[in-house]
Each structure stands twice: as structure tokens, then as C-alpha cells.
């Protein structure tokens, strides 16, 4: 069975930082591609970066380029994102992704199996 267990949401000053973790259990990790993507209240849930299996290429959504890192820990089955320079409107639900083992990090939440329960992050100006 597999499990995402995000951790590290919060309330945050704009400006501040804020480092997500997600840890998985139950799948291939170190094979498998992962990502994280958003849900703001009212709003469709959004694409935010995406790691591949061993962490060679990264991708992020045009909002978050620049100000985001996402980063991974096969030894511990761990996918991180670091968040700098945060503005009102990343405050959002943000949700840890992962895709089947062997295939390649994509853009679309449609091509990810597995999802967490998601860490509220609100950021206040």
C-alpha cells in the first residue's frame, strides 16, 4: 500500500521560507518520479514542480520558478520542496505526487498514481 505523508505546511510572513517534506512508503521510490502540485481555495489544484527518479532534470510551473526547489532523498524516501521568497497567493494546499516506477516526471496530476493528504501552507502579507 502506498503512502505520501506531506509535513512541514504552516503560516508563514510573505517573503518567508518554508521547506516541505513528503515521505513515502509501500513503492519503488528511488524508480519512481515525483511531484508536488497546489490547490488554492476556489481554484483548480495546480501543477508546482515535479523531480525525476534520480533527480537529474527538475521542472517547476512558471508561478514558482526561481523562488522553489524541489529536491529528493532516495536514501530516505523522501521528496522535499523549499520555498523562498513567498508571496499571498502560494497560500494553497499543497500535495506530494508520485508515479509509477520507471516512467517519466510530467507536468499533468492525470499521470500521477499516488497522492498525499496534503499541508495547508498560508502565507500572510
Known amino acids: 500500500q502506498v503512502q505520501l505523508v506531506e509535513s512541514g505546511g504552516g503560516l508563514v510572513l510573505a517573503g518567508g521560507s518554508l521547506r516541505l517534506s513528503c515521505a513515502a512508503s509501500?513503492?519503488?521510490?528511488?524508480?519512481?518520479?515525483m511531484g508536488w502540485f497546489r490547490q488554492a481555495p476556489g481554484k483548480e489544484r495546480e501543477f508546482v514542480a515535479a523531480i525525476s527518479r534520480y533527480g537529474a532534470s527538475t521542472y517547476y510551473g512558471d508561478s514558482v520558478k526561481g523562488r522553489f526547489t524541489i529536491s529528493r532523498s532516495n536514501a530516505k524516501n523522501t521528496v522535499y520542496l523549499q520555498m523562498s521568497s513567498l508571496k499571498a497567493e502560494d497560500t494553497a494546499v499543497y500535495y506530494c505526487?508520485?508515479?509509477?516506477?520507471?516512467?517519466?516526471?510530467?507536468?499533468?496530476?492525470?499521470?500521477?498514481?499516488?497522492w498525499g493528504q496534503g499541508t495547508q501552507v498560508t502565507v500572510s502579507s
Open positions: 509501500g513503492l519503488t521510490f528511488s524508480a519512481s518520479p
Open positions: 505526487a508520485a508515479r509509477p516506477a520507471y516512467l517519466s516526471a510530467t507536468y499533468y496530476e492525470d499521470d500521477y498514481n499516488y
